[in-house]
């Protein structure tokens, strides 16, 4: 069975009907990369960044210790895109080197607390800092930036204005980078796949997080055991949110993944194409299985038991339009 999963790895992504599917890699350091490239991703679509500022216990990294950690992963993607998620710490993950400071401990909520983006903008020297050194690697491949958790205009336009400025610092400087650098959203909160307007007009490209879009649609802590039952991919509520964030990404000609764990997981593959996605980003480890799935699916097979899945609400309704998506 893996001599068979390895044959695909040259063979095109397109589904039986044609419509070509582009698979990408989550990576979580540098040499990840390496086994993005041997899984046969077409680039990163998630870096989470957060992981090379965990290791480092005493303090964060400087900018010329990122950058080469970016230029590293970038060059180990050989010209492929490498999408940059800026620092996404608080809730499951935690900066030890800030715990004491500024105290993610002290939340009550911390995954409703101060995480990710929120914490980039409430700390905008090290925000500048981490994106100086995106944007740096930028002059050595193909790089988009990420930004996760935003909600609120304001946060994108803030997010906005300090990439501007790191780009004038950058100048000042006289360091290269691509001016034309993406600036894409993580839709990873309820209110901003129901607010999609507001982030169609202000980024270049958005990817769901699926595992915090259930989190948060659900009122799940995605790391509490005691309500792990509870977290569920497939409520209603959460394919709703995903299948309007990708029709209307699609209307406004918006580009859109799924970077979350759905996207890793074969038995969701046929209802994620149903759905009409086309870019998926996974663990390279499932890469070439859901991709076994996508040589096998006929999209217009697909369309009937998909809406079928949408109109249901009732489990029983929405498991049996799930066998027929599995049997389309
Ligand atoms: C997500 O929330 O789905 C996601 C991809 O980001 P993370 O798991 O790092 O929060
Ligand atoms: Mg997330």
Redesign the pocket.
């Given at each position: 069975e893996q001599k068979k999963l390895q044959r695909l790895k040259f063979s095109p992504t397109q589904t039986l009907c044609g419509n070509k599917i582009s698979l990408c890699a989550?990576i979580e350091l540098p040499d990840d990369a390496r086994a993005a490239i041997e899984a046969g991703a077409v680039g990163v679509g998630?870096f989470?960044t957060?992981f090379l500022f965990m290791n480092h216990k005493d303090r964060l990294p400087e900018e010329e210790d990122q950058f080469e950690a970016y230029r590293r992963a970038v060059e180990l993607m050989g010209g492929l895109p490498v999408t940059i998620?800026t620092i996404?710490v608080g809730a499951?993950?935690p900066l030890e080197t800030l715990a004491g400071g500024d105290g993610f401990e002290s939340a009550q909520n911390p995954a409703l607390g101060l995480r990710?983006i929120r914490w980039s903008l409430s700390e905008p020297q090290m925000f500048l800092t981490q994106l100086r050194a995106i944007l740096r690697a930028s002059a050595f491949g193909k790089v988009k930036i990420l930004v996760?958790m935003l909600a609120h205009a304001q946060e994108i336009d803030q997010t906005l204005d300090l990439i501007r400025e790191a780009k004038r610092q950058l100048d000042d400087a006289g360091l290269a980078y691509d001016p034309g650098v993406q600036v894409g959203a993580?839709i990873?909160i309820p209110a901003a796949a129901i607010a999609l307007p507001l982030f169609l007009k202000r980024v270049d490209f958005l990817?769901?997080?699926?595992?915090?879009?259930?989190?948060y649609t659900l009122a799940i802590d995605?790391a509490d055991n005691s309500v792990a039952h509870l977290y569920d991919p497939l409520h209603p509520a959460v394919l709703h949110l995903i299948a309007f964030t990708l029709r209307e990404a699609k209307r406004a000609g918006m580009p859109v993944s799924v970077?979350?764990?759905?996207a890793g997981d074969p038995q969701l593959t046929r209802l994620l194409l149903g759905m009409g996605l086309t870019e998926f980003?996974m663990h390279p480890s499932q890469l070439l299985v859901v991709k076994q799935e996508i040589l096998r699916a006929d999209l217009r097979k697909l369309e009937k038991p998909v809406a079928d899945v949408l109109a249901a609400f009732e489990p029983e309704e929405v498991q049996a339009a799930l066998k027929c998506v599995a049997e389309a």
């Amino acid at each position: 069975e893996q001599k068979k999963l390895q044959r695909l790895k040259f063979s095109p992504t397109q589904t039986l009907c044609g419509n070509k599917i582009s698979l990408c890699a989550n990576i979580e350091l540098p040499d990840d990369a390496r086994a993005a490239i041997e899984a046969g991703a077409v680039g990163v679509g998630l870096f989470r960044t957060e992981f090379l500022f965990m290791n480092h216990k005493d303090r964060l990294p400087e900018e010329e210790d990122q950058f080469e950690a970016y230029r590293r992963a970038v060059e180990l993607m050989g010209g492929l895109p490498v999408t940059i998620r800026t620092i996404d710490v608080g809730a499951d993950k935690p900066l030890e080197t800030l715990a004491g400071g500024d105290g993610f401990e002290s939340a009550q909520n911390p995954a409703l607390g101060l995480r990710a983006i929120r914490w980039s903008l409430s700390e905008p020297q090290m925000f500048l800092t981490q994106l100086r050194a995106i944007l740096r690697a930028s002059a050595f491949g193909k790089v988009k930036i990420l930004v996760p958790m935003l909600a609120h205009a304001q946060e994108i336009d803030q997010t906005l204005d300090l990439i501007r400025e790191a780009k004038r610092q950058l100048d000042d400087a006289g360091l290269a980078y691509d001016p034309g650098v993406q600036v894409g959203a993580m839709i990873e909160i309820p209110a901003a796949a129901i607010a999609l307007p507001l982030f169609l007009k202000r980024v270049d490209f958005l990817s769901i997080g699926t595992n915090d879009l259930i989190q948060y649609t659900l009122a799940i802590d995605r790391a509490d055991n005691s309500v792990a039952h509870l977290y569920d991919p497939l409520h209603p509520a959460v394919l709703h949110l995903i299948a309007f964030t990708l029709r209307e990404a699609k209307r406004a000609g918006m580009p859109v993944s799924v970077c979350g764990e759905m996207a890793g997981d074969p038995q969701l593959t046929r209802l994620l194409l149903g759905m009409g996605l086309t870019e998926f980003s996974m663990h390279p480890s499932q890469l070439l299985v859901v991709k076994q799935e996508i040589l096998r699916a006929d999209l217009r097979k697909l369309e009937k038991p998909v809406a079928d899945v949408l109109a249901a609400f009732e489990p029983e309704e929405v498991q049996a339009a799930l066998k027929c998506v599995a049997e389309a």
